[in-house]
């Protein structure tokens, strides 16, 4: 094992910045009053929470009615797609996604469908784009709902979401996007993009596990999906979890304000890392290069080889990493997004992930560089894949 530590895994998740838990330590001891008690040291946590509402919706340009807190990015996923679906149906049972959308959606179509709703799920190109026009044909008098990432959480590709936001508001369709691995590290605004709902996680943005939010516009109909007391002005039941949502206000307020130029340092590693991956042989980029690329992703695929066997490897020299959403990791599936772009199963199972992030150096991308190429020949050379492509060579 490697004396070096090296984490390249920040879309899995991040670590909770010290000015972070700074302000949330309050919230567990001293004010920890419940807020939708009477009392006055309630008032105290029902303010906090009103701050952190603010702070939200300052940072994607919302209304602080606009912003309903959750347990995590993948409830709010589910209340958006459920409560739009079942809140709607007399007006239609059509909901249009993606193939490369992240499994809270995929599984919650899956289960609307299995609820008398229709889903079209639209392929995207090699670079993990959706094709506005397509997603446009697919719309019929029956859609009530359209559904598409912000931003990849595997090959980072960004959607054209404003384009895809006017489409929806002219023809009157409700558009919500999954952007838990966007907000925070891309600049988003829900009134220029058109977006109707948007899922966030705090914990992608140096915030607390185990608390997100969804922005609701004013005037949508939507369910519940968790019934109980009057909590979230009623569309949410379920005493509040303070200290998260403290920390997710805070989280993001600072997140917003260091955008910029993270974002400048993080392409740079980025891009320097990517070049590097390129020497080895047989490697492949996945996903879009330059603006349309999440800042600090990095995605390829390394024939020959099996990604878990990669990361393994990696770890042993200190350095973590993955093959693909950390939510699939425990799978042996091949990944649903990279088989979507068109990669054959052979190639997908190659495939490793390095996200960058606050903590990432020079030296991280350097010492990844040094090592990984050790780490590719010593698995091929026990590839049976990779001896019958030799020997084809041979021939050849």
């Known amino acids: 094992m490697s004396g070096r530590s090296v984490y390249l895994d920040y879309a899995a998740t991040t670590y909770v910045k010290p000015e972070v838990l700074q302000e949330m330590l309050p919230y567990f001891n001293v004010n920890f009053g419940n807020p939708s008690s009477l009392y006055s040291i309630s008032s105290v946590t029902q303010r906090a929470i009103d ?52 499994h809270a959606i995929l599984h919650a179509c899956e289960f609307l469908e299995s609820n008398g709703f229709e889903v079209t799920y639209l392929p995207v190109d090699q670079y993990g784009f959706v094709d506005p026009d397509e997603l446009e044909r697919a719309i019929n008098e029956r859609t009530i709902l359209v559904s598409v990432m ?19 508001r002219n023809r009157k369709i409700l558009f919500h996007t999954d952007a838990v691995q966007a907000v925070g590290h891309v ?49 949410r039941a379920g005493t509040e979890n303070v200290a998260g949502i403290v920390g997710l ?42 603006f ?27 350095v973590c990493a993955s093959s693909g959403s950390a939510c699939t990791s425990g799978s042996l599936d091949p990944s649903h997004v990279l088989l979507a772009i068109g990669l054959p199963h052979e190639i997908v199972h190659g495939s490793l992930r390095l996200t960058m992030g606050s903590g990432t150096t020079d030296e991280d991308v350097d010492y990844v560089l040094e090592v990984l190429p050790g780490i590719v020949d010593r ?8 001896k019958e492509y030799l020997r084809e060579e041979i021939k050849v």
């Open 150 to 168: 912000f931003a990849n959480n595997e090959i980072g590709t960004i959607e054209p979401i404003r384009e895809i936001g006017a489409i929806c």
């Open 249 to 290: 206000g805070k989280a993001i307020e600072l997140a917003v304000s260091e955008m910029e130029l993270e974002n400048l340092r993080l392409s740079g590693l980025r891009d320097r890392l990517i070049t590097g991956l390129m020497k080895i042989p047989h490697s492949r980029l996945n996903g879009p290069k330059g």
């Open 51 to 102: 701050r952190s509402r603010e702070r939200v919706a300052g940072a994607i340009n919302a209304e602080r009615e606009e912003i309903y807190f959750t347990g995590c990015g993948s409830e709010a996923d589910n209340w958006a797609l459920k409560g739009v679906a079942f809140a709607n149906r007399r007006r239609g049972n059509h909901i249009i996604t993606t193939k490369i959308e992240h």
């Open 379 to 386: 698995l091929r050379e026990m590839s049976p894949l990779w």
């Open 292 to 318: 349309s690329r999440l800042p600090g992703n990095v995605n390829v695929c390394l024939r020959f080889i099996e990604g878990e066997s990669i990361i393994l490897l990696l770890d042993s020299m200190g």
């Open 187 to 235: 600049p988003v605004d829900v009134k220029d993009m058109n977006i109707d709902l948007l899922s966030l996680a705090a914990h992608k943005f140096y915030g607390p596990k185990g608390v997100g939010a969804l922005y609701i516009k004013k005037g949508i109909k939507i369910d519940n999906l968790i019934h109980g007391g009057g909590q979230e002005r009623g569309k």
